[in-house]
């Protein structure tokens, strides 16, 4: 009965929703003397183990990752290439074990400016998930938080819904987020201390947790470490 009670313990006081900035591929190559791109196939590949691993260990509801912002655009234009380019050419193949393990894909962000083919499979790929009841990931690519919220607006707006009628309820409904819970924990890996225009409603009562540690060296160990930070702490979402 000990066991049984301290495994429920356990497994309440990890995070429902896990959002996090890979943040480091590029130094992580500078520092391993590859080039920029290098890291991000380095990091693609991180990306991969650690949403299998949070899925199948600890059975994590919802994982969000910041792949590529509505900033980044401003990166020199042969690494914005490179991105694109292993997006393109994984998407289909990630929807397919993704859909083997039961994992919903979402996307977060604007399609519009992403070009046709990697659109297209992006579309795809979330049809193909669509009806999994595992793991929600949400592909945060081409995404922006302020553009996010703008959006909603104008939604709304564009609706004529009466302002009496706009609650956060509503309001969340209108995000790219729609049907997600708000963040529980977000991690920011590479040594910066910001979260860079990311989940910006929704982490309003987020616990952050920053380490030092590239995002292609993120392991297990690591996410272990942050998840056992996140344990010892009290939420109190302004309470006492």
Same mark, same amino acid.
């Given at each position: 009965?000990?066991?049984?009670?301290? $495994?429920?313990?356990?497994? $309440? @006081?990890?995070?429902? *929703?896990?959002?996090?900035?890979?943040?480091?591929?590029?130094?992580?190559?500078?520092?391993?003397?590859?080039? %920029?791109?290098?890291?991000?196939?380095?990091?693609?590949? #991180?990306?991969?183990?650690?949403?299998?691993?949070?899925?199948? =260990?600890? *059975?994590?509801? &919802?994982l969000t990752l910041y792949g590529f912002s509505t900033e980044n655009?401003? %990166?020199? #234009?042969?690494?914005?290439?490179?991105?694109?380019?292993?997006?393109?050419?994984?998407?289909?193949?990630?929807?397919?074990?993704?859909? =083997?393990?039961?994992?919903?894909?979402? *996307?977060?962000? @604007?399609?519009?400016?992403?070009?046709?083919?990697? #659109? =297209?499979s992006i579309k795809r790929s979330m049809e193909l998930t669509k009806?999994?009841?595992?793991?929600?990931?949400?592909?945060?690519?081409? &995404?922006?938080?302020?553009?996010?919220?703008?959006?909603?607006?104008?939604?709304?707006?564009?609706?004529?819904?009466?302002?009496?009628?706009?609650d956060e309820n509503l309001f969340n409904n209108y995000l790219y987020?729609?049907?997600?819970?708000?963040?529980?924990?977000?991690?920011?890996?590479?040594?910066?201390? %910001?979260?860079?225009?990311?989940?910006?409603?929704?982490?309003?009562?987020?616990?952050? &947790?920053?380490?030092?540690?590239?995002?292609?060296?993120?392991?297990? =160990?690591?996410?272990?470490?942050?998840?056992?930070? &996140?344990?010892?702490?009290?939420? #109190?979402?302004?309470?006492?």
């Amino acid at each position: 009965m000990e066991a049984t009670a301290s $495994t429920t313990e356990e497994k $309440t @006081r990890l995070p429902n *929703h896990i959002a996090i900035i890979m943040d480091g591929n590029g130094r992580w190559a500078e520092c391993h003397g590859l080039p %920029r791109f290098q890291g991000h196939l380095a990091g693609l590949e #991180r990306a991969r183990s650690l949403i299998r691993y949070l899925n199948n =260990k600890y *059975h994590i509801k &919802y994982l969000t990752l910041y792949g590529f912002s509505t900033e980044n655009w401003s %990166r020199p #234009r042969d690494e914005v290439s490179g991105i694109l380019g292993i997006f393109a050419e994984i998407i289909d193949q990630e929807a397919l074990a993704f859909h =083997k393990q039961g994992i919903r894909l979402c *996307h977060l962000g @604007r399609l519009e400016e992403l070009p046709p083919g990697l #659109r =297209k499979s992006i579309k795809r790929s979330m049809e193909l998930t669509k009806n999994n009841t595992g793991m929600t990931f949400g592909l945060a690519f081409n &995404y922006g938080g302020r553009i996010e919220i703008l959006e909603a607006v104008r939604r709304i707006v564009a609706e004529n819904i009466p302002p009496q009628n706009i609650d956060e309820n509503l309001f969340n409904n209108y995000l790219y987020t729609a049907g997600i819970p708000d963040v529980d924990l977000l991690i920011r890996t590479g040594g910066e201390f %910001r979260i860079s225009n990311f989940l910006l409603w929704q982490s309003a009562y987020s616990e952050y &947790y920053f380490t030092d540690v590239f995002w292609p060296d993120f392991n297990e =160990k690591e996410i272990d470490k942050a998840l056992l930070s &996140y344990r010892q702490r009290q939420r #109190r979402f302004g309470g006492l």
